[in-house]
C-alpha cells in the first residue's frame, strides 16, 4: 500500500508514484512528486489518499486523450476558468496599466479576427486555424492546457 515519503530534510511529506511506461512521454517525467503542504503523520495520510486518487484521475484522461467538447462543456470549463482567473486576482488585482494593455491586444486580436475572417491563408490551409486563433492558442494555449490536466473528469 502506498505511503506519503517524508523528505528528509525538510520533513514535509510528498506522494511519489512512478509513472506508468505508456504515460512517460505525456507527463514528461517517470516519476510524479507532490507535495502534501504538512509535516503531519495523520494530516499526510488523508491528503495523500486525495492526491493519489487525482493523479490517477488525471492519468485516465491522459490514456482517453483528447476528447471532443460539447458546447455545454465548453461553457463550464470557461466559467471555471473565469471564477480561478478572477480568485487569482482578488487580494492584487494589478496595476490600471497592465488591464489597459491587455484590453489592447483583445482588440488588436479582434480586429485580426474580422480581417481575416473566412479568408484563405497557408496557415488555415495547414493548421485549420485562423490567424486570430493562433494567437488565442499562443497566448493562453499554455495556460488552459494546465487547467484542463488538472481538471477533474
Known amino acids: 500500500m502506498p505511503r506519503p515519503w517524508k523528505h528528509p530534510k525538510t520533513g514535509v ?3 511519489r508514484r512512478r509513472v506508468p511506461a505508456e ?8 516519476e510524479e512528486k507532490v507535495s ?9 495520510k488523508a491528503r495523500h489518499f486525495a492526491e493519489i486518487y487525482k493523479l490517477e484521475e488525471r492519468w485516465a484522461n491522459l490514456r482517453k486523450g483528447q476528447q471532443p467538447l460539447t458546447g455545454k462543456q465548453v461553457q463550464a470549463l470557461a ?3 473565469y ?6 486576482h482578488a487580494d ?3 496595476s490600471p496599466e497592465t488591464w489597459r494593455r491587455l484590453a489592447a491586444a483583445d482588440r488588436r486580436l479582434q480586429d485580426l479576427k474580422s480581417r481575416t475572417s473566412g479568408k ?13 486563433e493562433a494567437v488565442i ?17
Open 13 to 15: 511529506y510528498y506522494l
Open 23 to 30: 504515460l512517460v512521454e505525456a507527463v514528461g517525467k517517470s
Open 36 to 44: 502534501l503542504g504538512t509535516k503531519d503523520p495523520t494530516e499526510a
Open 79 to 81: 466559467g471555471d476558468i
Open 83 to 88: 471564477r480561478a482567473k478572477v480568485a487569482e
Open 92 to 94: 492584487d488585482p494589478g
Open 120 to 132: 484563405p491563408s497557408a496557415l488555415r490551409m495547414a493548421t485549420g486555424w485562423s490567424e486570430a
Open 137 to 153: 492558442r499562443a497566448r493562453h494555449g499554455e495556460a488552459v492546457d494546465a487547467f484542463l490536466a488538472n481538471k477533474s473528469a
